[in-house]
């Protein structure tokens, strides 16, 4: 019972799938976390990589999920402290950056990045895969900021990604599924990814369903998966806003993992922020 006609394919819906767990079930996104990301380009990865190169010290990691991004600052010498709020998370990724030997180059911490304390401070503060939009409302959002301020050494960035809103899409509203991409095994058993999205204008919540499929060599659906994820989406205003209610300035918004100003094409914001210290 695999029917492709059922599906609504539409090249402008894929940068929605790519978010980072939320807080509905971590059992079931820990285990299925890495196949929706494999489909990547992995343009994430290596931007943080890069940019981490520029920066001295541990740099701290929140919402470090299954360590998809900690392990490629460590493979190039950067020491990494990750938090994040799911064991099931930690656990996965404690088991692979040991099979990769990574073990000193990164601490894990199970933490709320709503209300986490450290001992430490950090040049450089990163939130990626769309982590802060997982926060149910303003105030959560804030409180992150908070926390990273707190964490900041005074001359240290924060470097936190959100996905781009768009507003035709926002407001077209179409809960229909979508298909995001394939993914062929060496079997020849695949795995299909669909997405669906739920967008609330009042609120800027998404409650959107991240959907896997698993089909046979022979074209038979083995499973189906599927993996709520909620998120409160920003505009640039309210990057700025919410910034400066955290007591952040914001130096620089650029789009899709580069260094080119935001446009409507635009599928993410990539924000660079520093405390705001008394002069």
């Known amino acids: 019972m695999f029917i492709t006609d059922r599906i609504i394919i539409n090249e402008k819906f894929k940068k929605y799938i790519k978010i980072n767990v939320n807080n509905m079930n971590y059992k079931d996104w820990a285990e299925w976390y890495d196949i929706f990301y494999s489909s990547s380009e992995h343009q994430e990865e290596k931007y943080y990589q890069k940019i981490s190169e520029d920066f001295e010290g541990k740099i701290l990691e929140i919402g470090i999920g299954t360590g998809r991004i ?50 430490d401070k950090f040049n450089l503060i990163i939130i990626p895969a769309n982590t802060l939009l997982l926060c149910e409302n303003e105030e959560q959002q804030i409180n992150v900021l908070k926390n990273c301020v707190n964490h900041l050494t005074s001359k240290g960035v924060l470097i936190f990604n959100v996905y781009y809103p768009d507003n035709e899409m926002i407001n077209e509203n179409n809960k229909e599924e979508f298909l995001f991409n394939t993914i062929n095994l060496k079997n020849g058993e695949r795995y299909i990814l669909y997405g669906k999205n739920d967008f609330n204008i009042n609120t800027q919540i998404n409650n959107g369903i991240q959907i896997i499929e698993k089909i046979s060599n022979k074209g038979n659906l083995l499973f189906r998966k599927k993996l709520k994820v909620k998120t409160r989406y920003l505009f640039p205003e309210d990057i700025i806003k919410i910034c400066e209610k955290s007591n952040l300035v914001v130096s620089s918004m650029t789009r899709d993992f580069s260094n080119l100003p935001l446009d409507e094409s635009s599928e993410n914001i990539i924000i660079f922020a520093k405390k705001i210290t008394p002069q």
């Open 70 to 119: 900690a392990i490629k600052l460590a493979e190039i010498g950067k020491n990494v402290v990750g938090i994040d709020s799911s064991i099931e998370m930690i656990s996965k990724a404690e088991k692979k950056i040991k099979n990769k030997k990574l073990s000193k180059k990164i601490s894990l911490i199970n933490a709320n990045m709503l209300n986490f304390q450290l001992n």
